[in-house]
């Protein structure tokens, strides 16, 4: 009866940390949206450099999260993510608000798509 | 990874009702449960390891939850004998009193020639002979013969046999396997004494060496030798 209790423990263990995991990683795209949107005010009210920095400091803190993305996102969706924040700081730089603004909507959309892929949903599931 | 944990579920569970659903030829050896975890597992193994993008615990998760599902499945099984059918299934008689029930044989979907391909591995060839034969659940065939056709036991015949002991072997290819030495209650002198009587002066030499409780030997030397 051991071997069966610890079966049940094991996946009401796995269970609760895919949960807790969801709500961990919904916290950390909710703050780095916010982060995101800060800057993309700060741009279109034309406060360029105000704007870059903002978006490094989003940008430094992605990177010290890469240890806990690797383990649970597959790779290739954090290469997006990664390649859409770049390109977003370019167009900040180049001070382009057109390419700066289609830039943010993309990295948004991407931002929400890794959101969404660790969300439970019968899309996702199924 | 609450996402993967739900696949692994819902496949689980899906695969397990398509095994069931497929029947006891399917199954071979393995309980159906057994069977869908094995596949399973072996392939979500190879994943990460061919795609590196693939975080490790993609696979990790469900070669985790896998066996847990299938000790709890077992653990009902035994617990409920209709979960245990369900699971399982049910032994079907396919030959009773030397007739073919032909409507169980179709249920099962076992043709005529691999049922008297099994008898044949049983050594039956005439059906008639057989007094009940039974598709388990793991889609092995046992078959009972008359009385008549079965092969006289030393019971039958009135005669008194006696059990072999059981060889416990002593020497594997040159390696002494000192814990049976000493189940066997020898020392390594007995065993020195042997090897000698053998022709062998050291273990090294030994291929294969056993001996059973009743003191009885068998002696095979590395290659050359001849057994004694």
Redesign the interface.
Same mark, same amino acid.
């Given at each position: #009866?051991k071997?069966?209790i610890t079966?049940?423990c094991?996946?009401v263990f796995?269970?609760a940390?895919?949960?807790l995991?969801?709500r961990v990683f919904h916290r950390i795209t909710g703050s780095l949206a916010s982060e995101i949107d800060a800057a993309e005010l700060c741009a279109q009210s034309g406060s360029w450099p105000e704007a870059e920095e903002k978006l490094s400091a989003c940008i430094s803190r992605w990177n010290s999260l890469h240890g806990y993305t690797?383990?649970?996102?597959?790779?290739?969706e954090i290469d997006k993510l990664n390649d859409a924040l770049e390109e977003y700081l370019g167009a900040l730089l180049s001070r382009d608000i057109s390419s700066a603004e289609s830039r943010y909507f993309f990295l948004i959309k991407q931002l929400e798509s890794v959101a969404e #892929?660790?969300s439970?949903s019968l899309g996702?599931?199924? | 990874m609450a996402i993967i944990f739900l696949r692994t579920l819902i496949l689980f569970i899906c695969l397990l009702t398509a095994t069931r659903v497929m029947g006891k030829r399917q199954v071979g050896e393995l309980e159906p449960s057994e069977l869908v975890v094995a596949v399973l597992i072996s392939d979500i193994a190879a994943h990460p390891l061919q795609d590196i993008s693939i975080p490790m615990l993609n696979a990790l998760v469900p070669i985790i939850v896998l066996p847990c599902l299938e000790i709890i499945v077992t653990m009902l099984t035994l617990k409920s004998l209709r979960f245990r059918s369900f699971v399982c299934g049910k032994p079907t008689v396919i030959i009773e009193n030397g007739r073919i029930i032909e409507r169980e044989m179709r249920r099962s979907r076992v043709s005529l020639d691999e049922l008297t391909l099994a008898l044949r591995r049983k050594d039956i060839v005439d059906i008639g002979s057989v007094r009940c034969a039974v598709l388990e659940t793991d889609g092995s065939l046992t078959a009972l013969l008359y009385a008549s056709e079965k092969p006289p036991s030393a019971s039958l015949c009135g005669i008194t046999a006696q059990d072999k002991p059981l060889p416990v072997v002593l020497i594997n290819d040159g390696r002494l396997l000192s814990d049976n030495l000493r189940f066997l209650g020898k020392d390594g002198k007995w065993l020195q004494t042997e090897l000698r009587k053998n022709g062998a002066k050291s273990v090294s030499e030994v291929f294969y060496f056993t001996c059973d409780s009743g003191g009885k030997t068998y002696f095979l030397p590395k290659s050359g030798g001849r057994a004694r």
């Open positions: #009866m071997k069966e079966a049940v094991i996946l796995i269970l940390g895919s949960l995991n969801i690797h383990i649970f996102i597959r790779h290739t #892929m660790e439970i996702t599931v199924l | -």
